[in-house]
């Protein structure tokens, strides 16, 4: 289904910028329409896909050693390395800092 392709591309490589406007445009649906089109397929608002991609992105980034907890916190454009910790905890269950070192080889 090219909708789920176009909503995929945009969570993917858009995650810190898109907005339902725009995704509603790229979709050729309403805003109305596009939050049902989200929920009927993932089962999740607007706010709580992009939410999961930008955590997505935090893994990744989480992942290379060269990041540290503040540089992605940065890079994801948290107002700071203690308010990225806190969002990432609450979504995990685990600390950024401990899920760094849990993942290193």
């Given amino acids: 289904d090219s909708k789920y392709l ?3 591309e945009c969570f993917l490589y858009e ?3 898109i907005s339902l406007d725009n995704l509603a445009k ?4 309403s805003n109305r329409q596009t939050e049902r089109f ?3 397929y993932y089962g ?3 706010q709580q896909k992009k939410k999961d ?6 893994k990744i980034l989480l992942r290379d050693s060269a990041q540290t907890i503040s540089s992605v916190a940065g890079l994801l ?3 700071s390395s203690q308010h990225f910790s806190y969002a990432f905890k609450k979504y995990y269950g ?5 899920y760094k070192k849990k993942i290193k080889p």
Wanted: aromatic share 10%; no cysteine.
């Fill in 77 to 79: 454009n948290y107002s």
């Fill in 6 to 8: 176009i909503v995929e």
């Fill in 15 to 17: 995650y810190e910028s």
């Fill in 94 to 98: 685990i600390s950024a800092t401990k």
């Fill in 44 to 46: 999740k608002t607007f």
């Fill in 26 to 29: 790229r979709l050729g649906l």
């Fill in 38 to 40: 989200l929920k009927e």
């Fill in 53 to 58: 991609a930008k955590m997505s992105m935090a």
